[in-house]
């Protein structure tokens, strides 16, 4: 029992201290609580005053435009006079004190509360529109206002009285849609190829050296390996042995001029005009051609000089085998301003352009060029579809085609002959286009389709522009073939 007794003591000592330490703590904690009562109740005067200053300086800094002084009431009559009104009683004192009471219960705001409150930005209020000032006018402005309308002169009556009247304006020539495009290449620098490479370079070339007894065997030899034709080489040659003679043969200006005239009346065929339309209807031409040929370009190219011409145009894309062929007509038309007719991939060709002619005689267009599947002309089976076609498009619109044109390559040479002449057999050739006159050197191929087929050429290609397309014409293709 002694021995515990020391240690008794100190435990209780301990647990004394500790009770000691707590009632410290939570002293220091109320005093704590005390002091920041007193001082947020002491800074309540402060913030206000604070609030008040910030709200001055920011009416200060943002002041209010003046109004414009408002116009006077007109007097108004004076009212009648009536019994007196009793005045309002005043308000009882006991609803001041609960009132007073009502604003003392209302919770205050916080300190940290009040400071945002005063540190945020107050919105600037925007000018009144009829207080917004009006514009100052420009000194000239004010002297041109002030001054009045000035009479002219003596010497600027002179000046307008001796002026030459203004010409009239002259109305517009009418456009033809053969003869749109005049800004291409000419038929001359289309045939460049042919004039420097052809036979006629190879009968120039014969004249520049002496001639001899053989000179008929020479020509002849020239002639008959030209691109003309064999018949047309032939029919030219027995010309010349019967015309000129023999030392006729030997001036080259001579023998020069037989040929000029000579093939200037083979390719004068004359093109018949399309057949004739009923009013409202469109005109439909049909164009055919070998796939490569440049069938859906030369399209392209002859919509936009129909579009040039004011005219409304319709492109039917019938060539529904050929891979993206609807797509390259689409793009042409886009190009050239005209509208397209597709039908989807696979589509009979024939209901394609049987669809498209209605569409066209129901949009009112003036033109519609069916695009046909490209037909070999060694397939009869492709070459019956052709036909089906064209029956559809008369099914259609009664009449139509009323032209069909055929697109000839001119770089194949006399094989474009054969072609024209199966083609002109199955389902009948009104015109040609002959594609690609500028990249050969084969040119003289018209010469051969005109004397053989009797089938006049429409059109000629000459370059890959859109006015590289042109009319036809016989006497500057001669011109172009043989020079001046």
Known sequence: MTDNGPRLLEMAAGDALFLVILLVVAA???????????????????????DAAASRDTDEETP?????????????????????????????????????????????????????????????RAPHPQSAPAATPSRPQQRAAAEP????????????????????????????????????????????????QGFVSRLAGLFKKELDQQIEAQLEEVMLTSDIGVKTAQKLLQGIKEELSRSQLKDPAVVWKYLRKEVLGIVSVPLKPPAATAPGQPRVIAVIGVNGTGKTTSIGKLAARF?????????????????????????WANRVGAQCHRGPEGQDPASVAFDGIQKGVAAGVDVVIVDTAGR???????????????RVCGKALPG???????????????????????F?????????????????????????????LSIPVAYVGVGEKVEDLRPFSPSEFVQGLFGA
Do not use: Y
């Open 149 to 196: 309308s000035r009479k002219p002169g003596l010497l600027e009556r002179a000046a307008a009285a001796e002026a030459p009247p203004a010409a009239p304006e002259k109305p517009a020539a009418p456009v033809s849609p053969t003869d749109l495009l005049a800004a291409g290449k000419t038929l001359e620098e289309g045939l460049e190829k042919t004039r420097s």
């Open 307 to 331: 579009t040039r011409a004011g005219q409304k145009v319709l492109l039917v894309a019938a060539d529904t085998f050929r891979a993206a062929a609807g797509e390259q007509l689409e793009i």
């Open 424 to 452: 002109r057999g199955e389902v009948g050739v009104d015109g040609i286009i002959l594609s690609k006159l500028d990249g050969t050197a084969k040119g003289g191929v018209v010469i051969g389709i005109c004397d053989a």
């Open 28 to 50: 220091a904690g109320v005093a704590l609580v005390l002091w920041s009562r007193r001082r947020s109740a002491s800074a309540g005067p402060r913030m206000r005053a604070a």
């Open 64 to 124: 209010e435009p003046e109004a414009e002084p408002e116009p006077e009431p007109e007097p108004r009559p004076a009212p009648r006079r009536g019994p007196k009104q009793a005045p309002l009683p005043a308000p009882a004192p006991e609803s001041r004190q609960t009132s007073r009471s009502a604003a003392a219960a209302a919770p205050q705001p916080r300190p940290a509360e009040r400071f945002a409150a005063a540190s945020a930005p107050r919105p600037v």
């Open 376 to 390: 070999l002309h060694t397939r009869k089976n492709l070459v019956e579809e052709l036909k089906k076609i064209l």
């Open 400 to 422: 139509a085609p009323h032209e069909t044109l055929l697109v000839l390559d001119a770089t194949i040479g006399q094989n474009a002959v054969s072609q024209a002449d199966i």
